[in-house]
């Protein structure tokens, strides 16, 4: 669990860095003067259609190779393990299909977006390097995650990407290039760290290729070809299931719209940074743990990841919904996007509901009943969709949020009770139920006592003592044994420096 905890805190320290550099670029796009909102929508389109065509093009591939990488590692040497290799060909037959339909269904696009839409339509074909690059990059990246050396890639998706991102936006906002310039740069985002990637692997001497098939995939191929054929309809439906909202509002309402839920889900993703670097970095450490049926590592891990992640869950929304309101005013954000608050503060209770649960999709995962994930997967899609498409008819751009809650607990319900009757693992105790109480107090009590101070020195006021509640009360409640571990390792480092 300490190696875990160090680059967890590694990680979302370098993650938070990126999220600083993307709340800069994000200001960018949405301050007086810079970018319209249908060009801002324009560029968070591509995105939603890179990760679409990442879901389709892996082919399920890469589930595989961070399941599977330690068996490989164990009766391999490095330099015969062909599973790499086997990743990477599977996800250049995917690409080229992949590409192949989106060539194909051109026209149908251009029918679906060109009404509310159609500054998009002159760069479709530009989201095709864009989204190369990014299953490329993301091949290379569950390639580290399975060498536990998620630090790196982190950086390279968080913090570098974001900083090139920002060169790019610089040059247009100066007017140095024009908007058709700015997005053939933008499509080349991932390309660019996709080769730093593949530069520092070869460097480290982690980068090999066999084209021999190994004696493990001949032993395993079966149960491999199974979990990816599984994995791959669960990949495909989650990646639909995250994105329908963006492309529902940019279709159906136009990209102003979509900018708008755009930006209110970005702000909202500040919530679950802290998740997505445990889940990374948890994910070779429970395939190993299942492997070697280490049971005891396993709960740990879930327990742990469940009342941290619900802490510095319920910290970051409380800092970001006290607020947000007041940023977009010293910010000098365009007007427009507080039509998003109350986005925000759904999706922000969405995202603590996730967080709570603990890496339950990585446990599911990597265990011997990995087809569930499929399964609770084409749950959520089937939650999602129709509520999105109903609420957006009926609430308009705030639908898309009531219809992730409601997809939320119900998908995480079901996996709670899954791991809970199969294996007796459940993660909640009373720390938990303290915690929330916690955070309900410490936001209600920052609320009402210092909503009406307006400026920077309410935002300062309000972050302060909100923060200062919550963390008071985790060391004084003792909701982690984390907390402590770190303050006893403060105190140590002091006493050497004083040395």
């Given at each position: 669990?300490?190696?875990?905890?160090?680059q967890?805190?590694?990680?979302?320290?370098?993650?938070?860095?990126?999220?600083?550099?993307?709340?800069?670029?994000?200001?960018?796009?949405t301050?007086?003067?810079?970018?319209?909102?249908?060009?801002?929508?324009?560029?968070?389109?591509?995105?939603?259609?890179?990760?679409?065509?990442?879901?389709?093009?892996?082919?399920?591939s890469?589930?595989?190779?961070?399941?599977?990488?330690?068996?490989?590692?164990?009766?391999?040497?490095?330099?015969?393990?062909?599973?790499?290799?086997?990743?990477?060909?599977?996800?250049?037959a995917?690409?080229?299909?992949?590409?192949?339909?989106?060539?194909?269904?051109?026209?149908?696009?251009v029918?679906?977006?060109?009404?509310?839409?159609?500054?998009?339509?002159?760069?479709?074909?530009?989201?095709?390097p864009?989204?190369?690059?990014?299953?490329?990059?993301?091949?290379?990246?569950?390639?580290?995650?399975?060498?536990?050396?998620?630090?790196?890639?982190?950086?390279?998706?968080?913090?570098?990407?974001?900083?090139?991102?920002?060169?790019?936006?610089?040059?247009?906002?100066?007017?140095?290039?024009?908007?058709?310039?700015?997005?053939?740069?933008?499509?080349?985002?991932?390309?660019?760290?996709?080769?730093?990637?593949?530069?520092?692997?070869?460097?480290t001497?982690?980068?090999?290729?066999?084209?021999s098939?190994?004696?493990?995939?001949?032993?395993?191929?079966?149960?491999?070809?199974?979990?990816?054929?599984?994995?791959?309809?669960?990949?495909?439906?989650?990646?639909?299931?995250?994105?329908?909202?963006?492309?529902?509002?940019?279709?159906?309402?136009?990209?102003a719209?979509?900018?708008?839920?755009?930006?209110?889900?970005?702000?909202?993703?500040?919530?679950?940074?802290?998740?997505?670097?445990?889940?990374?970095?948890?994910?070779?450490?429970l395939?190993?743990?299942?492997?070697?049926?280490?049971?005891?590592?396993?709960?740990?891990?879930?327990?742990?990841?469940?009342?941290?992640m619900?802490?510095?869950?319920?910290?970051?929304?409380?800092?970001?919904?006290?607020?947000?309101?007041?940023?977009?005013?010293?910010?000098?954000?365009?007007?427009?996007?507080?039509?998003?608050?109350?986005?925000?503060?759904?999706?922000?209770?969405?995202?603590?509901?996730?967080?709570?649960?603990?890496?339950?999709?990585?446990?599911?995962?990597?265990?011997?009943?990995?087809?569930?994930?499929?399964?609770?997967?084409?749950?959520?899609?089937?939650?999602?969709?129709?509520?999105?498409?109903?609420?957006?008819?009926?609430?308009?751009?705030?639908?898309?949020?009531?219809?992730?809650?409601?997809?939320?607990?119900?998908?995480?319900?079901?996996?709670?009770?899954?791991?809970?009757?199969?294996?007796?693992?459940?993660?909640?105790?009373?720390?938990?139920?303290?915690?929330?109480?916690?955070?309900?107090?410490?936001?209600?009590?920052?609320?009402?006592?210092?909503?009406?101070?307006?400026?920077?020195?309410?935002?300062?006021?309000?972050?302060?003592?909100?923060?200062?509640?919550?963390?008071?009360?985790?060391?004084?409640l003792?909701?982690?044994?984390?907390?402590?571990?770190?303050?006893?390792?403060?105190?140590?480092?002091?006493?050497?420096?004083?040395?």
């Amino acid at each position: 669990m300490a190696g875990i905890r160090k680059q967890t805190i590694q990680s979302s320290l370098i993650v938070y860095f990126g999220f600083a550099v993307g709340a800069f670029n994000t200001y960018l796009y949405t301050k007086n003067g810079s970018f319209t909102q249908e060009e801002y929508g324009v560029t968070r389109l591509f995105i939603n259609f890179a990760q679409n065509f990442f879901a389709f093009a892996s082919l399920g591939s890469l589930p595989v190779l961070y399941k599977f990488y330690p068996y490989y590692k164990d009766n391999l040497p490095d330099k015969k393990n062909d599973l790499l290799t086997l990743v990477c060909l599977v996800s250049l037959a995917g690409c080229i299909l992949v590409s192949a339909c989106g060539i194909i269904f051109e026209p149908y696009v251009v029918r679906k977006f060109s009404e509310h839409s159609g500054l998009f339509l002159p760069f479709y074909f530009l989201v095709f390097p864009f989204s190369i690059g990014f299953l490329v990059f993301s091949v290379l990246e569950s390639y580290a995650w399975a060498l536990q050396t998620s630090v790196i890639t982190n950086a390279l998706k968080e913090t570098v990407l974001r900083i090139i991102t920002t060169l790019f936006i610089v040059l247009f906002y100066f007017q140095l290039i024009n908007f058709n310039q700015f997005m053939y740069l933008f499509s080349s985002l991932y390309i660019i760290i996709a080769v730093i990637l593949i530069i520092f692997l070869w460097k480290t001497g982690r980068l090999h290729f066999s084209f021999s098939i190994s004696r493990v995939t001949k032993k395993f191929y079966k149960k491999m070809l199974g979990l990816q054929l599984f994995v791959f309809g669960g990949v495909c439906i989650n990646a639909v299931a995250i994105t329908i909202s963006d492309l529902l509002i940019a279709s159906k309402q136009g990209l102003a719209d979509a900018a708008i839920f755009s930006l209110a889900s970005y702000v909202a993703n500040f919530i679950e940074i802290p998740q997505r670097s445990l889940t990374s970095i948890s994910t070779g450490v429970l395939s190993r743990a299942w492997k070697d049926k280490d049971f005891e590592t396993i709960n740990r891990v879930y327990h742990r990841s469940s009342i941290n992640m619900l802490l510095l869950a319920v910290f970051v929304f409380g800092n970001v919904w006290l607020n947000v309101a007041q940023g977009i005013t010293v910010l000098h954000i365009q007007n427009e996007y507080a039509a998003g608050l109350g986005i925000v503060l759904i999706l922000g209770i969405a995202k603590i509901i996730d967080a709570g649960t603990g890496v339950n999709s990585v446990i599911i995962t990597t265990s011997t009943l990995w087809k569930f994930e499929f399964y609770t997967n084409v749950i959520l899609l089937a939650l999602r969709i129709p509520l999105a498409y109903f609420f957006i008819e009926k609430y308009g751009i705030i639908g898309p949020a009531y219809a992730e809650i409601i997809s939320q607990v119900v998908y995480n319900f079901i996996r709670y009770e899954f791991l809970r009757r199969k294996f007796s693992m459940q993660p909640f105790n009373t720390e938990t139920l303290y915690a929330v109480v916690l955070g309900v107090i410490a936001v209600a009590g920052t609320y009402f006592l210092f909503s009406g101070i307006e400026g920077w020195t309410g935002i300062i006021i309000r972050s302060a003592l909100f923060s200062g509640i919550l963390i008071a009360g985790i060391f004084l409640l003792k909701l982690t044994p984390d907390a402590m571990h770190l303050v006893g390792v403060a105190k140590t480092r002091i006493q050497d420096w004083k040395k």
